[in-house]
């Protein structure tokens, strides 16, 4: 569980928005407590579970783009040495080398595995959030309370143990949503400090990166497209 899951209030399912607040000012008892991890967290899984998604699909650019580069570069300059200068050797070699990191980090990484399983996380940490939710309204006896915490709980921990934490940078991602849906409605936003900007430019940096190299790769085509049409 991550360290920053008591920075964040909820942002309301069906009980109106709760501006933010900090963990002293949040009731101190075990069920408001979990109630509040428990929603923080399964918003946090969430957005983890996209973002492996999305990098899964979109690190299939660079291990299509590569190979088919590399075969249209080997074609022209096999009847066309020129095309490609005297250097066409390592430009290949180079092509080749992109190919096969690009073929060792989709399974290796296993975005589509971990995506699944966080996603089944979310929503198993979706539905104890909102019994929780429910105890915390309808339980008001301190030994009731405690005992419903306790059992959730031990779900919760449960969960959390089969899957793998969230990063900081999609914590600080919710904390981002949530000040969007403050500022629309008047309310104080939470403070965002310059380490987590760092943090979410940095996620989304490494989510693009695929698509960079798909990209770059494609000048490497214009040779080829004016030799074909010289032609």
């Not at 069920?31 to 946090?44: D, F, G, K, P």
């Not at 690009?102 to 399974?107: E, K, L, N, T, Y």
């Not at 309808?138 to 793998?164: C, F, H, M, P, V």
Request: charged share 20%; net charge positive.
């Amino acid at each position: 569980m991550s360290g920053h899951e008591s920075g964040i209030s909820h942002d309301g399912r069906g009980r109106g928005s709760r501006t933010h607040r900090k963990a002293r000012e949040i009731e101190a008892d075990a069920l408001s407590l979990l109630e509040h991890r428990a929603y923080v967290t399964y918003r946090a899984r969430l957005r983890t579970a996209n973002r492996m998604r999305v990098r899964g699909q979109l690190w299939n650019l660079p291990l299509v783009t590569s190979p088919v580069i590399t075969l249209i570069v080997a074609i022209v300059a096999s009847a066309a040495p020129g095309v490609y200068s005297d250097r066409t050797d390592v430009l290949l070699v180079a092509l080749s080398v992109l190919t096969l990191v690009a073929s060792i980090i989709v399974p290796t990484a296993n975005y589509a595995v971990n995506a699944e399983r966080l996603f089944n996380a979310y929503r198993d940490l979706q539905r104890i959030s909102v019994e929780i939710e429910g105890d915390n309204l309808r339980l008001k006896n301190g030994w009731s309370r405690n005992r419903a915490a306790s059992r959730a709980s031990t779900q919760y921990q449960e969960i959390l143990d089969k899957t793998q934490n969230h990063s900081s940078a999609d914590y600080w991602g919710v904390v981002r949503d949530q000040n969007h849906n403050d500022r629309r409605k008047g309310n104080t936003p939470q403070q965002i400090p310059f380490s987590a900007r760092v943090q979410l430019f940095a996620s989304w940096s490494l989510t693009a990166l695929p698509v960079a190299i798909a990209v770059l790769l494609l000048p490497l085509l214009l040779p080829a497209i004016r030799w074909m049409i010289n032609a």
